[in-house]
């Protein structure tokens, strides 16, 4: 069984840094592509970035500038470098990955991370 466990959210004044982490665990042989999304209060689920196995890049404009997203394929570990926070940007952050193949062969369209609450606040 694979599964996602995100770690580094909190509370931030506007202006400031976080750094999330999300970590895949099981014996896992690839991931295809790795990504961020959000949910902030009463609106869907965005995405915010993904990145490929070989380091290609998405992110959406609202975040561009701001937000980096990289990725340790050895670690199976994806992390979003979250700078010059802004209120709008208050939401659960949720990790994913697509394309997942572990050792038994098994495939996994899309697993989600159980997220991970970002609060920017002054």
């Known amino acids: 069984q694979v599964q996602l466990v995100e770690s580094g959210g909190g509370s931030v004044q506007p202006g400031g840094s976080l750094r999330l982490s999300c970590a895949a665990s099981?014996?896992?042989?690839?991931?295809?592509?790795m990504g961020w999304y959000r949910q902030a209060p009463e609106k869907e689920r965005e995405l915010v970035a993904s990145i490929t196995r070989f380091g290609r890049t998405n992110i959406v404009d609202s975040v561009k500038g701001r937000f980096t997203i990289s990725r340790d394929n050895a670690k199976n570990t994806v992390y979003l470098q979250m700078n010059s926070l802004k209120p709008e940007d208050t939401a659960v952050y949720y990790c994913?990955?697509?394309?997942?193949?572990?050792?038994?062969?098994?495939?996994?369209?899309?697993?989600w991370g159980q997220g991970t609450l970002v609060t920017v606040s002054s």
């Open positions: 994913s990955a697509d394309r997942v193949i572990d050792f038994t062969q098994t495939r996994y369209l899309k697993i």
């Open positions: 099981g014996r896992i042989l690839s991931i295809d592509v």
